[in-house]
C-alpha cells in the first residue's frame, strides 16, 4: 500500500509504474514536460467548465481533483526521475520567495 501522505514514496511507485508501462522508453524531458504542461490546460478547463462536477472515471473526486492529482503525478514522476530533493528545493525557494515582492513575484 503506498502512502500518499509521502511524497518520495508517491515519486518511486509513480516512477515504478510508469517505467514498467515504457513510457520512459521512448519519452524525452521536454515530452514529459509537455504532458504536465497538457494537464495544467485540461485543469484550466475543468475551472472554465465546472471544477466541482464528478470527473469522468468513476472514482468520486472532482474534475478539479483529478486534474490537479495528474499533475502531481506527473511531476513527482519527472522528480523520481531526476534524483531531485523536492522538500528541500521547495523551502529553499519558499523562504528567498518570502523576501521578494508578491506583487512582483515572477517564481
Ligand atoms: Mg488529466
Redesign the pocket.
Given at each position: 500500500m503506498i502512502d500518499f501522505e509521502n511524497w518520495r514514496e508517491v515519486a518511486r511507485a509513480q516512477h515504478e509504474h510508469t517505467t514498467q508501462d515504457g513510457y520512459w522508453n521512448d519519452t524525452s524531458i521536454g515530452e514529459h514536460l509537455a504532458h504536465l504542461h497538457s494537464?495544467v490546460s485540461?485543469l484550466f478547463e475543468a475551472y472554465r467548465n465546472n471544477p466541482d462536477r464528478l470527473c469522468d472515471k468513476g472514482i468520486n473526486i472532482t474534475a478539479e481533483e483529478?486534474?490537479m492529482a495528474?499533475i502531481y503525478l506527473i511531476l513527482l514522476d519527472l522528480v523520481h526521475k531526476r534524483g531531485i530533493n523536492l522538500a528541500e528545493a521547495a523551502r529553499k525557494k519558499f523562504e528567498f520567495n518570502k523576501t521578494r515582492d508578491i506583487r512582483k513575484m515572477n517564481p
Open positions: 494537464e485540461e483529478e486534474e495528474d
